[in-house]
Every structure is written in C-alpha cells, then in structure tokens.
C-alpha cells in the first residue's frame, strides 16, 4: 500500500472505517469500496511526502466522497445503475460533504458499529469460505486486489473475478448494511471469528504454493482479531481466538530454517520463540477462562497452545493437561482433526500403541489427509515399526497441499529407511 511502514498502518486502521461511513450513507458496497481504494492510494502516494493530514480519516472521507461522486457521473453516463446503490446527485454529494463529515468527526460517532456491521457483511452467509476472505481482506483489510491475489496465489484476474462474484452475490441475496438481528447475532458472529481464523491460518501455513508460511497474510489475520476483539471487548470466544493466533504466531521464528525448511514443534529452539506474544495471549487466555463459563473451541485450543509455549522443553510439557483440554474441545467442537490432536495426546500418556488406537479410528474421515498419515508415522516410529512409518510418511508427502510440508514428510520417510 505505502513503502512508509507508519502510513500504511494508519491506512489499514482507517480503511474499514471510511468504508463504513460510505455504504452507511450512500449504499452500494462495490462503488463505496472503489472509492475508498482510490482514496487510498492517493494517500499512499501523498502522505510519505506532504505529511500525514491533522485528521486523516476526514480526509479520506473527503477524497472518498469526491470519488464516488466521480463514479456517479460515470455509471450515469454509461447506463442507467444496475444495482442498489443510491447515490444523489454529485453536486448534491459535495456540498453535503462537509455536514456528514463532521458528523462523523462528532464525539459518538458510529466508527466501530460501523466496522463492526462492514465485517458481518463481508462474512455474509450467502457467500462461500473463499469469498467470504478475500472480501474480507478487500474491504476490511484494506488490501489490494493485487496483494490478496498473491497471497492466495492465484493470479490476480483471478482473485477480481473472486471479490465481484461475492458483491453480486451479496446484492442478490438483498443484505442491508445494518448490523443483523439479536437472533443471528452470535451464529454471524462465529462466522466473523471462522473467517479470521482462515485467514490467520492460510498465512501460517499455506495451503499451496512453495513456502510454508506468508507472514502478511497471518499478521493481518492478527490485525483483525485485534480489531474485532477493541469491537466487542466482552465478548471471550473472539478474545480467545485472539490469544489462539498470538500463542500460535509466537513459535514463528523458529518454525523454518534460513533456507525454508520446516521445523517440527519437538525440535524447534524454544529460545527463538517470541516471549512478548506468549506473555501476551497466556494472560488474555487466562484472563477469559477465568470470567466465562461457557467454554469455546477458540478458547480451549488456546489454552492447548498455552501449555505448550509455556513448557520449557518437550519433555516439561504437561500432556496431562493437554489431554484434558482436548477431551472438553472435543465435546464443545467435535471432529477429526480434533480427535486427531487428542490421539496425539493420549500417545503421550498412554504410550502410541494407544495413541495409534485412537487414531485408527479416524481413518475412514482422514484417510486423504497428510495429518493424519504424518501423526501415523511419528507413532509408528515412537513404536519402533520404522517400515510402517516409513510408509505413513510417504502417504503424507503425497497428500500434502503445501511444498515445504511436502519436502519435510518425505526427507522424514527417507531418513527412517536410511536408518
């Protein structure tokens, strides 16, 4: 967005902003969000040189405003509008500028209900998972079409194709920008939560492409959870889902080596963890666990990451613990890839014949998937069946989506045969 670091912060806080206050007043998310791009970019390229404005969200208002009305004249001159987007008339827009400005400027202005309201419609229920990020990163994230089509690594045609599809969908499902009733708020609300969480995790470990990790696109996962948690400060799934992502990210830094190589949990340099953000997520988890009785799947798993960001070594990790905080996720959130992280934890209290007992069981719902081959191999190995293992590792080389955890699992099943 902008080379001055500072700046492109400013943007990135202010882009969901600006955007809220437009289709709050103007409708038509497609025009308010071309507008703010626009508006954007002219920031980007002016600020670094002339200075950042005394109040720069009113003057990304202002050039927003003067571009939509830009956009206006344009549609009206080509075709009569297609969509539901209300524009008056440009003049009308201008003069009335300065008076919704400083509305908007006033003490109790709508700024986080807006925001709050602009992530609900980006997640709307009427759009696919995929839709549902990259129009979340679009509008909210204030990325560019560009940057989300590469971290996605699609071209960007692509990715535009992607984001006009979902505006077009969420016109034709006939969403309004208004926060949606007390009766869906909460099911919206996990949705919210979901697409953040993909987000975050695409950039911890990339579903293709030949790095493990894009560091963007997780620390803007972050970014929005921290904006979703200032949104709704009380609110302990998303404080949860918060600490998840900070507890998670913390191991970063030791997860590949110089040259790419993936790194697993049990031999990473615990040292090269970043300190501050487990301090950080270890409070705000148990911040929550201790006011909230009704436990989430975010929560818990970030109690699970907590356990063991906080054990000094593979060998202090409290299994025990970890054991039982899997055995309430799985009643909270049931699945396979819960139960298969529960195996995992059962192997290191009960030995891997018992963990490996517990992971057959989820053949049937993982039989395509390299976690589950790959937990396969290490208890195998632990088991002392080097050739099972072996052959579990290269079950979970061919599976994998990602080229680093491809490499990883197949120099694994190679090292154990050179054995």
Not at 244 to 250: K, P
Request: charged residues 20%; proline residues 5%; contains cysteine.
């Amino acid at each position: 967005m902008s080379s001055d670091p500072v700046v492109e912060d400013l943007l990135r806080e202010l882009a969901p902003q600006v955007l809220g206050v437009l289709v709050r007043r103007y409708a038509g998310l497609d025009s308010c969000e071309d507008a703010v791009q626009e508006a954007l970019l002219d920031a980007a390229t002016q600020w670094p040189t002339t200075g950042t404005p005394d109040n720069p969200r009113a003057w990304l208002l202002t050039v927003a405003t003067r571009r939509l009305a830009d956009i206006g004249r344009s549609e009206s001159a080509r075709r009569r509008r297609e969509d539901a987007v209300t524009v008056a008339t440009p003049p009308a827009v201008l003069a009335g500028a300065d008076a919704w400005l400083a509305d908007a400027e006033a003490p109790g202005a709508r700024d986080s209900d807006d925001t709050l309201t602009l992530l609900f419609l980006c997640c709307h229920p009427a759009l696919s998972p995929s839709s549902q990020v990259a129009l979340t990163l679009r509008a909210v994230g204030g990325l560019s079409t560009a940057e989300i089509a590469r971290a996605f690594v699609v071209p960007e045609s692509t990715m535009a194709q992607r984001i006009s599809r979902a505006k077009q969908q969420i016109r034709a499902a006939g969403a309004r920008f208004t926060p949606p009733a007390a009766a869906d708020r909460d099911q919206r609300l996990r949705v919210v939560q979901q697409v953040l969480y993909l987000i975050f995790n695409e950039g911890y470990v990339a579903s293709a492409g030949d790095t493990l990790q894009r560091t963007d696109l997780s620390a803007e996962g972050i970014r929005l959870a921290r904006l979703l948690r200032r949104l709704l400060p009380d609110e302990a799934e998303t404080a949860g889902l918060l600490a998840l992502m900070l507890l998670t990210d913390a191991r970063r830094p030791a997860r590949v080596t110089p040259d790419g190589a993936l790194v697993p949990l049990t031999e990473q340099d615990r040292a090269r963890w970043d300190q501050a953000l487990i301090a950080e997520g270890a409070a705000l988890i148990a911040a929550t666990l201790a006011t909230t009785s009704a436990l989430g799947p975010y929560q818990l798993q970030a109690a699970i990451a907590a356990a063991h960001d906080e054990a000094g070594s593979v060998a202090d990790t409290d299994w025990a613990e970890i054991l039982a905080l899997y055995e309430l996720l799985a009643r909270v959130s049931p699945g396979p890839l819960v139960a298969l992280g529960k195996a995992v934890a059962v192997a290191m209290i009960h030995g891997p014949a018992a963990g490996l007992t517990a992971a057959g069981e989820l053949e049937g719902a993982l039989a395509r998937h390299h976690r589950f081959h790959a937990v396969r191999g290490h208890l195998l190995e632990m088991s002392g069946d080097l050739a099972a293992a072996a052959s579990a590792y290269d079950l979970a080389a061919r599976y994998a989506t990602n080229a680093a955890e491809k490499r990883y699992l197949g120099r694994q099943g190679r090292r154990i045969r050179g054995h």
